[in-house]
């Protein structure tokens, strides 16, 4: 009897619940049409760019009058390679550091990484993602670029020394020109990318930042 009585009384909260999931139903299927309505009358352009590009005239400039190196950014490369990111920190955990990334055509990245960080093989790890020495370089522009393999990047790296320097930039007087630096231009764009970016690098002058690729 007790147990016929528990049956009697779970019930009647049984058809309740049953009565609240089949009013949920309408109203969720009301819900799941009106988004699906807006979701179709919502312009959408998938052809957006979603790359943002940077003018990076104003650092490129700073950059050079603070730098105790000669700062490389490229001229003259297509407008398709875009800037993407810019960076000039002094005295920082990697010393006088200067980034400037870029897209490629392809859309790859691609980025010239300089520093005075006199731990040079800790700061190429760091701004190559890892990537680690090979036996081969290249040369290009007349200068010697070692090249670095890894699994996210590679990387053309030159060690420059006070009289390479004095060298790239001899305008820039004999505190720049004597100063060590390291070269980078690393991303996941492939060595001819690479290379290309290289061959591109200018020390320019000092009120002379650049604004973007050029056509």
Do not use: C, N
């Not at 490229?74 to 990111?85: H, K, N, V, Y």
Request: hydrophobic fraction near 35%; proline fraction near 7%.
């Amino acid at each position: 009897m007790a147990a016929e009585a528990d049956r009697q009384q779970e019930k009647p909260a049984r058809q309740a619940r049953g009565r609240t999931v089949r009013g949920m139903v309408p109203s969720l299927a009301v819900v799941l049409l009106a988004a699906w309505v807006i979701y179709l009358f919502v312009p959408h352009d998938e052809d957006v760019d979603p790359v943002k590009p940077v003018r990076y005239g104003v650092e490129l400039d700073s950059a050079r009058r603070a730098a105790p190196y000669p700062v490389l950014a490229p001229e003259g490369l297509p407008r398709d390679w875009r800037a993407t990111s810019v960076k000039y920190e002094a005295d920082g955990p990697e010393g006088s550091a200067w980034h400037l990334g870029f897209i490629t055509p392809d859309t790859e990245y691609a980025a010239v990484e300089q520093s005075d960080e006199p731990r040079s093989r800790k700061y190429i790890e760091e701004v190559t993602q890892g990537a680690r020495r090979t036996a081969k370089s290249t040369r290009v522009g007349g200068e010697e670029w070692t090249r670095y393999e890894g699994e996210k990047y590679d990387a053309l790296v030159r060690k420059v020394s006070g009289k390479a320097a004095q060298k790239d930039d001899p305008e820039q007087g004999s505190s720049k020109g004597g100063h060590p630096h390291t070269v980078v231009v690393t991303g996941t764009a492939g060595f001819q990318q690479l290379e290309k970016m290289a061959a591109a690098l200018s020390a320019g002058q000092a009120g002379e930042g650049g604004g973007g690729a050029q056509r």
